[in-house]
């Protein structure tokens, strides 16, 4: 992937990497798929080497693929806070940062360059946090389209152990936060207690860890899972969450996943599955290729379903033999079908 710098129309600049194949494989309705990392890991955790790359699949799909270095990593400005709100946490403030400024100007610099027609988030652990409050906040006129939402690499309840490891270190810390390698490794990859990772992968660990902000860390170890249903609960585009068999950061489970699927009830589309044999850095594992491989799938699907979206409207049922205009004049005993539109489903009883 390509590294990029752009300037905001706040000042500052937001940093990446890209991946533009210079000829699409289809002709219309491309996503711009938008990679998010997590905590102590910039744009370089969706572009490691070859292997382990995004692009890798994504250049095969034809789709453009943008990776974030996200505010207050690297060389990309840190998100400006309001003083007059103490109330907002650090995940509120990069996603309003995002949505509101970030986004759309990374759709105005390559959104007609690369011909794409929306934009889909892929994000990971704090990342997927931050793109949650993204697609919560998200009303359609910040200047840009977003299609779709992908999570991995965070649930609905936090693994005790590491949380409290984590709540140690913040209370300890006096600036950014470095991880020591050796106990991040065996969090992140399982290594070397479960053979989830390329050995080589280990050679990597070590340049890809940054310095974390100390308020992510508390947000979401202390007051994401307080307040996250208040942005789920108001997410209307499709959303695909994978969450690893052996986190190490989360716990998994099949009522977890349940849980996590019931959090989106404005989603047209959920789907919350276990990433089997893989760690925390699904993106980092031997499951990375299938895993790069549904997000480019699912971000497919979630364009077609914007552009289908926007050019049709809802099917309306005709008055006149027995049929009646409104949902309430359909309901009779106990018979339930479903009147389908190009993209939605409506409840009517006959």
Partial sequence: MEKFEIPLPTGGIISGRLSFPTTPRMPINLPLIVCIPGGSYDAEYFDVDEDYSISSSSAWAGIPTIALTRPGYGSSTPAPIDDTDQNITYGQVQGKFLNSTILPALWQEFGSRTGATAIVLLSHSIGAMIST????????????PLAGLITSGIGTELAEGPQKAMLHLLEEATGSIQFEITPKDAIMLQVPMQNLTDQKMCRHTNHLNRPVPPGELHDINTSWLGYWRTYSDRITIPVM?????FDGLWTCSPKILEEYKAAFPASPKVTSEMILQAPHCIE??????AW???CCAFALECVRWHVLLSESAPMSVRPG?????TEEGLSQKGITTLVYSTTKVEEAGL
């Avoid at 409050?133 to 840009?144: H, K, L, N, R, W």
């Avoid at 033999?321 to 205009?325: A, P």
């Fill in 133 to 144: 409050i993204v697609a919560g906040s998200y009303t359609g006129c910040e200047g840009y």
């Fill in 241 to 245: 969450h994978g969450l690893s068999e």
């Fill in 284 to 289: 980092l594992s031997l499951q990375s290729k």
């Fill in 292 to 294: 790069y491989m549904k």
């Fill in 321 to 325: 033999s027995g049929e009646r205009g």
